[in-house]
């Protein structure tokens, strides 16, 4: 009997030989897998899938050899150590010594075209320069942590986050392997700025994705993203979340809506991803939050002990008690412009 194929990367851990030591696994429709694996020592081998993937050893001090695409190797691994395997490439590597693995899959059928806009080019994925090459590179390893942590957080990682995040990601590797992507010139124009700050308050319900948000300022995925942050300060992803998060405040305050209600309300999935969210950038939770702005004798009590920091912005009427809470407003250790939405113009 011939054994079925397998199209993925994910499909191969989950479904394959390799599914018993699957510990965990974070996927974003077709745009990126995040999986952990921790398995005893021994052939870690498998057949070509059309997928780079980015490996993160969580563990070290094991010798491990094969080859990934870049031909063969044998080194030890140390904690923290990444290696890139490349598409369509049958790997072979052998681990003496039981280990704990991270690994961000780009499906390549999602990232060809994104990367060749980019590059204003065809792209290659021809990196050998990369490929089976262990390396450190403490700009991908904090995306990777980031990454993590918000999937954390919200659960599996939206579109949104899941694009951009590729992105950086993939451009580092360029960077590395030698094969830079054009940088972006300056940030967004204003009127690019504008529809694109009205279409994430129109759609904060909603898995919005990179590709839509770029359509609007008429820009490839890619540049959309650095040219956002240049404009805005932090990227997408960051502002998206602090517009959830004014609109629950605005929410909890006005309504007497349940707070499952509001979850979905604002674009997530659930009271308690909202609850979160809420302790991770309000240091309260959604009910705390409630009460205390509807209780003026407990909100001056927390005036005394600071509660966490929200986005820099001249705040709504909806936000004031947790600016008394909170003091200096910001989001991500960034201090962010709020676009007035009606002129275009900062307040």
Same mark, same amino acid.
């Given at each position: ?46 057949? %070509? ?26 080194? &030890? ?6 290696? =890139?395997? %490349? ?167 006005? &309504? ?16 308690? =991803? ?37 986005? %820099? ?35």
């Amino acid at each position: 009997m011939t054994a079925r194929a397998l199209s993925s990367f994910a499909q191969w851990h989950s479904e394959g030989r390799h599914a018993s030591y699957l510990r965990m696994m974070k996927s974003r429709g077709k745009v990126l897998d995040l999986l952990e694996v921790q398995r005893p020592a021994g052939d870690m081998s498998r057949p %070509a899938l059309p997928d780079i993937v980015l490996i993160e050893d969580m563990l070290g001090s094991n010798r491990v050899r094969g080859d990934l695409g870049g031909g063969r190797f044998d080194v &030890t691994s140390g904690k923290g150590t990444l290696a =890139v395997a %490349a598409p369509n490439f049958a790997t072979t590597v052998i681990n003496d010594g039981s280990h704990r693995l991270r690994s961000l899959v780009f499906p390549m059928v999602q990232w060809q075209k994104l990367l060749g806009e980019a590059a204003s080019r065809d792209f290659s994925v021809d990196l050998p320069r990369i490929y089976g090459r262990l390396f450190d590179s403490p700009p991908i390893r904090s995306a990777l942590r980031n990454l993590w942590t918000l999937s954390d957080v919200e659960g599996p990682p939206s579109r949104l986050l899941a694009q951009a995040a590729g992105c950086e990601i993939l451009a580092e590797l360029c960077r590395l392997g030698g094969a830079p992507l054009a940088p972006a010139k300056g940030g967004l124009a204003a009127w690019a700025e504008r529809r694109c700050l009205e279409l994430m308050q129109a759609r904060l319900s909603e898995d919005i994705s990179l590709d839509e948000l770029a359509a609007e300022a008429q820009l490839s995925p890619f540049h959309f993203a650095r040219m956002f942050k240049q404009s805005l300060g932090v990227p997408p992803r960051v502002y998206l979340t602090r517009l959830r998060v004014e609109k629950a405040c605005e929410l909890l305050e006005m &309504t007497d809506l349940p707070i499952t209600e509001i979850a979905l309300e604002v674009g997530y999935s659930s009271n308690q =991803v909202l609850a979160r969210v809420f302790l991770k950038h309000m240091r309260l939770t959604p009910s705390d939050y409630r009460r205390a702005v509807r209780d003026p004798a407990r909100s001056i009590a927390l005036q005394r002990h600071p509660i966490g920091r929200l986005p %820099a912005a001249p705040p709504a009427r909806h936000v004031q008690a947790a600016k008394r809470l909170a003091g200096t407003m910001r989001f991500g250790g960034t201090r962010l412009r709020i676009t007035n939405r009606a002129s275009g113009r900062s307040p």
